[in-house]
């Protein structure tokens, strides 16, 4: 149960990452919720349409529901430890990106 509960919260880190981008590309902290918001939404959406084939597995939410087969099936899922990859990918990226786009601005202002 705590590694399903671990792997649920570490499953918004991609969300977490873009969010962080997001608030220091904006100047009011409702833009940057509304924008990680939508993000989510249709990265739902998204991964919803089977026609996509593989892009969906590059998707932030795509792995979140990795964790029910520790409950139905009584063993971990290979789709977790994919899940943590991707989410440490998006991290990185999007982590870096915030924190080079956070020490170029101008905070005085």
């Known amino acids: 149960?705590?590694?399903a509960?671990?792997?649920v919260a570490f499953g918004y880190t991609a969300l977490l990452a873009i969010g962080t981008?997001?608030?220091t590309l904006t100047d009011t902290?409702?833009?940057a919720v509304g924008a990680t918001i939508g993000v989510y939404i249709v990265s739902e959406i998204l991964d919803?349409?089977?026609q996509l084939g593989t892009i969906r597995?590059?998707?932030p939410t795509h792995y979140m529901g990795a964790w029910q087969s520790m409950f139905t099936d009584n063993h971990y899922s290979s789709d977790m430890v994919v899940g943590i990859v991707v989410q440490l990918a998006y991290l990185v990226v999007f982590g870096t990106a915030a924190i080079i786009r956070f020490r170029t601005m101008d905070i005085r202002s």
Do not use: E, N, Q
């Open 57 to 59: 597995y590059g998707f």
């Open 1 to 3: 149960m705590a590694i």
């Open 29 to 31: 902290a409702t833009a």
């Open 48 to 50: 919803s349409i089977s």
């Open 21 to 23: 981008l997001f608030t």
């Open 5 to 7: 509960t671990l792997y």
